[in-house]
């Protein structure tokens, strides 16, 4: 057992002047105040700093098993610094006039590893010098070093803040026990061989949630088989042997005609009486087969696999404690996508939680999905032949129409293998889904009771659908301008509204704000003598810029049933965006609709509102280019956003008169992400559709952060912001999905790792 006199003793040899040893814990205070400072602005361009937060606060999500860190420091003040004249400009601090100290101090710590490794040959660990997101300071402290000074930087009684630091993570060797322990444990519980579940989890998480079963019901496993190949036959049954969770049944329905296949699966029955088989008589396709295998199931739930397919091991636990602890009824997963080994994946899919436009966009749940039989009877039954080939998706859709609560598991727990002639390649590659899935769409429609004129394949995508709700209450939409000088601007903003806009029942309402510019003037003139019937200017007296009260102001004069906030920089693509937008805004269930907007050179600006983005909030696919797919095709459909931008968005009038209107508390940012917020607090659900196109020569008018006071005004409303909605702000946003990179608007995955 290697004691702490042994490694500072080791540490000396190798050349440190201090060394001492801290627990692994989260550094929840730290983390609080470097998450104010970040709000504050004060890291200013270093973005590097935004990363990794939660890294940064818990060694042990940096290194997995870290059980304490060894914390070494070197001082460097050597003198070679000195002497410079008091007016010299190119000082050079004295750690950077010897050899880098990166290497060096990196060398030194292999040195004092090697040492302890000889004295204690199971220990494992890692060293970092400058390269990892933690806080090495606060772990100095911990570790016995020394203290925090005023000046923040590490105070040492000996060498006062002239040292350099280097951290060793190690296991220890309780850790390297517990490994072996697991590693034994793992031999009985996991008999899978060709596909092992060590290949998907570390064996302690594996062997603690077998340990550690859910109050679950039985969950039974539908497969239909059909000629599958035996190697794929044996990965797929070595994932369900391998489930952590153990109260599951395999009903294994084979319609195909190779034999192989049946005397593959009873072989393996006989070993595990879990999995059952069943020869078909015929083939009744797979909506046929599957409810055979319903049919067959004894379980209170249901899951479905396809035959070539992999569970995680983890996935039927994750299930059966949704169960458990939610009483979910329905319950789906994220996926992977891979090719040849589950290893090599190609796609990740990160799902929201159940936003019912995004299912009505396109087939978004996919798998894993597992549902109580309850459930399924109370939705009418099984899967229906008339839709062969997107028969899940109509099952879906029938399932989360009844439903008391979907549960969401934000983890790549189904692995989907890519082969040709699979919907995980191309859906191309079976036509028939496309038109099942329109049929599919219709129909939950018609249970819903909801019109439409038409549902279609939106061309050039994978299975996206576009439904056009009838609109049944056109009503006036009223058009707030906020508007001062920048009377180009204005021009080609009205000018493009007039000229190409078909929704028949609009009007214009110009809110002036202190312009000085004589032609401005004219130009309202202008405009009104042109437009009499729906064009009017107000004047608002108040003074300064503050959008909250321009658009509470200009409220009062719009007689429509809808109020459009839409910015004066400006301009109208496509003719029917208006009634992209009502289509949705007329529905009762939903608040505020926003459209997607470009910048000239023909990016995206605007597509959705991230919750949570770089502290507060964020535009989604920020720069993608315009004719860009998006994450999973998300710029091609209409979906649930947690908020739309102000720029252009749509409310129903009585909406925006419940949430008295913006808050003017909010001059210029982030009023329109809080009455987003306010909306769908209210219970109400934002919606962005891709339908409804703008370019926006964004912010103009206003001018950018470019002073003192300006700056001190927007952390104002960061922190404002941050403190009414912290909450909500820490629970994240559920219209994406926290696996993705919260300090970053273009989907960069930042995987989450299994609890």
């Known amino acids: 057992m290697l004691d702490r006199s042994f490694i500072r003793q080791s540490a000396a040899a190798a050349g440190f002047d201090l060394c001492g040893v801290a627990p692994c814990r989260h550094l929840v205070r730290n983390e609080q105040f470097f998450r104010r400072w970040l709000g504050d602005g004060r890291h200013a361009s270093l973005g590097y700093l935004e990363r990794n937060l939660d890294k940064r606060f818990d060694v042990r999500r940096l290194v997995e098993g870290a059980q304490t860190v060894v914390v070494c420091a070197v001082g460097y003040k050597n003198g070679l610094s000195d002497g410079y004249p008091d007016d010299f400009r190119a000082k050079i601090a004295s750690y950077a006039l010897t050899a880098d100290y990166h290497a060096t101090i990196k060398g030194m710590l292999g040195d004092l590893f090697g040492r302890l490794r000889a004295a204690e040959p199971a220990l494992a660990g890692r060293a970092f010098v400058d390269s990892a997101p933690l806080v090495e300071k606060q772990l100095a402290v911990e570790a016995g070093l020394g203290w925090i000074g005023r000046q923040s930087l590490l105070v040492t009684p000996r060498f006062g803040s002239f040292v350099l630091l280097g951290e060793l993570r190690r296991d220890g060797i309780s850790g390297v026990r517990e490994h072996a322990r697991a590693r034994r444990e793992y031999a009985a519980l996991f008999p899978g061989n060709l596909l092992r579940a060590d290949r998907f989890a570390p064996v302690e998480l594996l062997v603690r949630q077998a340990n550690d079963q859910p109050a679950g019901p039985k969950i039974s496993i539908v497969v239909p088989l059909y000629n599958t190949p035996l190697d794929?036959?044996?990965?797929?049954?070595?994932?369900?042997?391998?489930?952590?969770?153990?109260?599951?049944?395999?009903?294994?329905?084979?319609?195909?005609?190779?034999?192989?296949?049946?005397?593959?699966?009873?072989?393996?029955?006989?070993?595990?009486?879990?999995?059952?088989?069943?020869?078909?008589?015929?083939?009744?396709?797979?909506?046929?087969?599957?409810?055979?295998?319903?049919?067959?199931?004894?379980?209170?739930?249901?899951?479905?696999?396809?035959?070539?397919?992999?569970?995680?091991?983890?996935?039927?636990?994750?299930?059966?404690?949704?169960?458990?602890?939610?009483?979910?009824?329905?319950?789906?997963?994220?996926?992977?996508?891979?090719?040849?080994?589950?290893?090599?994946?190609?796609?990740?899919?990160?799902?929201?939680?159940?936003?019912?436009?995004?299912?009505?966009?396109?087939?978004?749940?996919?798998?894993?999905?597992?549902?109580?039989?309850?459930?399924?009877?109370?939705?009418?039954?099984?899967?229906?032949?008339?839709?062969?080939?997107?028969?899940?998706?109509?099952?879906?859709?029938?399932?989360?129409?009844?439903?008391?609560?979907?549960?969401?598991?934000?983890?790549?727990?189904?692995?989907?293998?890519?082969?040709?002639?699979?919907?995980?390649?191309?859906?191309?590659?079976?036509?028939?889904?496309?038109?099942?899935?329109?049929?599919?769409?219709?129909?939950?429609?018609?249970?819903?009771?909801?019109?439409?004129?038409?549902?279609?394949?939106?061309?050039?995508?994978?299975?996206?659908?576009?439904?056009?709700?009838?609109?049944?209450?056109?009503?006036?939409?009223?058009?707030?301008?906020?508007?001062?000088?920048?009377?180009?601007?204005?021009?080609?903003?009205?000018?493009?509204?007039?000229?190409?806009?078909?929704?028949?029942?609009?009007?214009?309402?110009?809110?002036?704000?202190?312009?000085?510019?004589?032609?401005?003037?004219?130009?309202?003139?202008?405009?009104?003598?042109?437009?009499?019937?729906?064009?009017?200017?107000?004047?608002?007296?108040?003074?300064?810029?503050?959008?909250?009260?321009?658009?509470?102001?200009?409220?009062q004069y719009a007689t429509g049933e809808y109020l459009l906030l839409l910015n004066n920089d400006t301009e109208v693509i496509t003719p029917n965006w208006l009634e992209e937008m009502v289509m949705y805004a007329q529905q009762k269930r939903v608040g505020c609709v926003g459209a997607k907007l470009l910048y000239p050179d023909d990016t995206i600006q605007h597509a959705g509102i991230g919750f949570g983005i770089g502290g507060v909030a964020g535009h989604l696919h920020k720069y993608f280019p315009a004719a860009s797919d998006g994450y999973m095709g998300r710029l091609n459909y209409v979906q649930d956003v947690y908020g739309d931008t102000a720029a252009c968005l749509l409310i129903r009038r009585e909406i925006y008169d419940e949430m008295n209107g913006l808050d003017e508390s909010y001059a210029v940012a982030f009023n329109d992400v809080d009455f987003c917020v306010r909306v769908r607090e209210a219970g109400y659900t934002n919606v962005f559709t891709p339908f409804a196109q703008l370019y926006h020569y964004e912010s103009k008018s206003r001018g950018t952060e470019d002073n003192p006071e300006k700056q001190k005004r927007f952390q104002g409303e960061v922190l404002r912001f941050q403190a009414r909605w912290g909450d909500l702000l820490a629970a994240g946003d559920p219209c994406t999905n926290p696996n993705f990179d919260i300090q970053r608007e273009d989907f960069t995955l930042k995987i989450l790792p299994l609890e």
């Open 232 to 555: 794929f036959l044996d990965e797929m049954l070595d994932s369900v042997v391998n489930q952590t969770y153990k109260n599951w049944e395999l009903c294994c329905v084979d319609a195909g005609k190779d034999e192989a296949v049946g005397q593959h699966v009873q072989a393996r029955a006989k070993a595990d009486a879990r999995i059952r088989y069943q020869k078909l008589e015929k083939n009744e396709l797979i909506p046929g087969n599957t409810n055979k295998g319903f049919e067959m199931a004894t379980g209170e739930y249901i899951a479905l696999l396809d035959h070539d397919d992999l569970l995680h091991p983890c996935a039927l636990w994750y299930a059966a404690r949704a169960i458990a602890e939610q009483k979910a009824d329905f319950i789906y997963t994220d996926e992977a996508t891979f090719e040849g080994k589950p290893e090599h994946v190609v796609l990740y899919h990160f799902k929201p939680d159940f936003m019912l436009d995004n299912l009505r966009s396109n087939n978004y749940i996919c798998h894993l999905t597992v549902f109580s039989r309850a459930l399924m009877e109370r939705a009418g039954g099984g899967e229906r032949m008339e839709y062969n080939g997107s028969q899940d998706y109509e099952l879906f859709l029938r399932l989360t129409e009844q439903a008391e609560k979907i549960v969401h598991i934000p983890h790549a727990l189904y692995y989907w293998r890519s082969s040709p002639g699979s919907t995980a390649a191309d859906i191309s590659a079976k036509t028939y889904c496309i038109d099942a899935g329109i049929a599919a769409l219709k129909a939950h429609y018609a249970r819903c009771g909801i019109a439409v004129d038409d549902v279609a394949l939106i061309p050039g995508t994978p299975g996206y659908y576009k439904t056009d709700y009838t609109i049944e209450h056109p009503g006036r939409v009223s058009i707030l301008i906020p508007t001062c000088d920048h009377i180009r601007d204005l021009e080609l903003c009205v000018d493009s509204i007039y000229a190409r806009t078909t929704y028949p029942d609009f009007e214009l309402i110009l809110i002036e704000n202190n312009s000085k510019q004589p032609e401005t003037f004219r130009a309202y003139e202008r405009m009104q003598k042109e437009h009499p019937d729906n064009l009017k200017v107000v004047t608002w007296e108040g003074k300064g810029f503050n959008y909250s009260a321009l658009n509470n102001f200009g409220e």
